[in-house]
């Protein structure tokens, strides 16, 4: 949510923003909420005078009946009582325009970061840097499911009759496998200062509708039937919940946090849910990132962060780039993203792993998380990355570790969280 004041002083800039997004159809918005914000402001002028005016009366009813002056203080009194009507009707008058101001700043877009490329949708995204010498085998890269099929490590069949379709059941050295990545996940987010945290894997309402906008919310989250909870799509959200309607003092910034949580998406959309494989599911689990700072650190935070993300998949043998995403593509709470893709030597491309972004004081503003320092009080900035994700994560880290054999090496830094193993071999069935 951007500051009012932005559309008080340049509304220009605003609507330019919409434009970039290609979300032309909310240009309206910007001065519908420009001319409620001047009628709110009024009626609370002329609220305030009223107020003032009944003091006054007050004093003088008080006076006249001194006097024994008993029909002028009636008349005054009179007069108290038109004033506290309107009064009242003032504030149920603003309190209705403010509720319609509070819904549309949650609906206009955040002010884009000057460099974000222009583009409608991820088709347009711009590829920045690649990390590591995509290989193509000589050797045939089967479809994931396939490869976990050898290891007996993926049932997909019992998860069908317990769950339905976008669930799995990960087995044996498969479901070891992925403990093992989100284990050394935690553990280098650790050795990079983050603190570890497990946090709450539901949340309220009001913590959903400060995190992420009304579009995002409907696509992704699960509501527990006749409370007011949701199961998180990424620990993200609990994370920067935590700190909701606080004022943390600026001797305590930056607040570095890396956090482990199952995630639960509908993924409603054109994407759709995968079949066989694990790629696209309504559960998986996730370690991911994220920063509260001071707003004039939020981007150099923003390189660290997904340097973080390409130096972990780089220690497991996994060729990465990254990609920037275009306006269109950009959440409307983010100033700026930027999506890790892993190389996928069976379909000999790129494809997201993790995503890193900067939301300015969007998320902050709407929960009220502030920052206390010499010159008073202001707005933190906030940023998340995915260290890891880890359906995804396996993925890639079954293809470009796969051997003609149809066995799998353990990359070195997770033999030790699986016993000191150095290979998985398909099991004879």
Not at 249 to 265: A, D, K, N, V, W
Not at 301 to 320: A, C, G, H, Q
Not at 343 to 365: H, I, M, N
Request: aromatic share 8%; proline share 4%.
């Amino acid at each position: 949510m951007i500051d009012i004041n932005l559309i008080r002083t340049n509304k220009d800039l605003v609507k330019e923003n919409i434009k970039k997004k290609f979300q032309d159809a909310k240009l309206p918005l910007v001065d519908e909420v420009e001319q409620l914000d001047k009628d709110v402001r009024a009626l609370k002028l002329e609220g305030d005078n009223l107020r003032a005016s009944r003091n006054t009366l007050s004093a003088q009813i008080g006076a006249l009946m001194k006097e024994k002056k008993i029909e002028e203080a009636n008349a005054i009194k009179e007069q108290v009582r038109t004033n506290n009507d309107r009064i009242a009707q003032i504030e149920k008058d603003v309190a209705v325009i403010e509720e319609r101001i509070k819904t549309i700043m949650m609906t206009i877009p955040n002010i884009i970061d000057d460099t974000v490329p222009l583009g409608k949708d991820d088709g347009e995204n711009v590829e920045l840097q690649k990390f590591g010498d995509p290989v193509v085998p000589a050797y045939e890269i089967p479809y994931h499911a396939d490869i976990l099929d050898k290891f007996c490590a993926l049932d997909k069949d019992s998860s069908g009759r317990t769950s339905g379709n976008g669930f799995y059941f990960l087995m044996g050295d498969g479901a070891r496998l992925v403990s093992a990545m989100l284990s050394y996940a935690r553990d280098f987010m650790i050795e990079k200062g983050f603190t570890y945290c497990i946090p709450p894997f539901m949340i309220r309402g009001d913590v959903v509708n400060g995190v992420m906008s009304f579009a995002e919310m409907d696509a992704m989250m699960y509501k527990i039937e006749g409370e007011d909870l949701y199961l998180i799509g990424t620990s993200e959200h609990s994370m920067i919940g935590k700190f909701k309607g606080q004022i943390i003092g600026e001797q305590q910034l930056p607040i570095t946090m890396t956090s482990y949580s199952p995630c639960f998406r509908k993924e409603v959309g054109a994407h759709g849910i995968e079949e066989r494989g694990i790629y696209r599911v309504h559960q998986f689990e996730k370690q991911e990132m994220v920063v509260l700072c001071k707003p004039e650190d939020s981007m150099a935070w923003y390189e660290k962060m997904w340097n973080f993300t390409v130096e972990l998949f780089r220690s497991l043998d996994i060729p990465v780039r990254t990609l920037e995403c275009c306006s269109g593509d950009l959440a409307d709470l983010k100033v700026k993203s930027c999506d890790i893709e892993a190389w996928s030597p069976r379909q000999q491309k790129y494809f997201e792993v993790g995503s890193c972004s900067t939301l300015g004081d969007a998320q902050a503003r709407r929960l009220g998380i502030r920052a206390k320092g010499e010159n008073g009080t202001y707005y933190l900035h906030t940023l998340n990355n995915t260290v890891l994700a880890s359906t995804r994560a396996l993925i890639a880290l079954l293809e470009n570790n796969l051997q003609e054999d149809g066995s799998v090496l353990v990359p070195k830094p997770l033999q030790m969280y699986m016993g000191g193993k150095t290979v998985i071999k398909p099991i004879t069935k």
